[in-house]
């Protein structure tokens, strides 16, 4: 099955530092889609990405749809305590039925 | 608007028992998805339905699992019976059925823990 890789696993960064991380994929998408969870909570769309190439920004939050459609990339400016979190890749092929397939996650910490 | 919402949050139970799960998608959408987050382990898919009809089940682990969406509206998911590596976080999440919209909203989770 598809499977995707998400970098880094763990970060630890202070506070107003700009963070990225990346998923990569064996295979292609036609959509990449960005959450966040909170502890307790299920996951909340950050951005979706829906061809190769796109740059779409939410507010501090830039994610880019890679060119080769197997990678995306997302970026945090000026990281605030409350970007602490887990964030999560997802991609989507519209010929599995619309079912995600998920990265691994990247756990942010924020210091003050 | 609701979101997805989910029941119950927490369950504990012993192996061999019987856990339902439930989920309220948003209200109007066609498209209700499970998903199990085992610790440590990604999110990975279980089952899609349509209204009341199952559009993917390829994710399910095994015929312990039984999903049911009667009528189109929530959605349970039974675990009969329970085993160990059953415990995890079970998502549920809903779409719109319309084309090109296919962000999924996720509801909170119910956190199953298997003794």
């Known amino acids: 099955g598809q499977q995707l890789n998400q970098s880094p696993q763990s970060m630890f960064i202070q506070e107003g530092e700009d963070v990225s991380m990346n998923c990569t994929s064996s295979s292609i998408f036609n959509t990449w889609l960005w959450y966040k969870q909170d502890p307790g909570e299920g996951p909340v769309l950050l951005i979706a990405l829906y061809k190769a190439g796109e740059l779409t920004s939410n507010g501090r939050l830039t994610a880019q749809f890679g060119i080769t459609r197997k990678d995306s990339f997302l970026n945090i400016s000026a990281s605030i305590p409350s970007d602490v979190g887990i964030y999560f890749c997802?991609?989507?092929?519209?010929?599995?039925?619309?079912?995600?397939?998920f990265g691994t996650g990247t756990r942010l910490q924020v210091m003050l | 608007e609701a979101g997805v919402t989910q029941f119950p949050s927490h369950s504990v139970i012993e192996k061999g028992q019987t856990v339902t799960l439930r989920c309220d998608p948003i209200s109007g959408h066609d498209n209700l998805y499970w998903y199990r987050r085992v610790m440590g382990k990604e999110i990975k898919f279980l089952l899609h339905?349509?209204?009341?009809?199952?559009?993917?089940e390829s994710g399910m682990p095994n015929n312990r699992f039984l999903a049911e969406r009667t009528g189109g509206t929530y959605s349970t998911l039974k675990v009969q019976p329970a085993e160990l590596e059953d415990s995890g976080v079970y998502f549920c999440a809903s779409s719109p059925r319309l084309a090109g919209a296919p962000e999924q909203y996720f509801g909170p989770g119910t956190r199953l823990t298997v003794t």
């Open positions: 339905f349509v209204k009341e009809s199952k559009q993917d």
């Open positions: 997802a991609g989507l092929y519209t010929g599995t039925a619309s079912k995600l397939t």
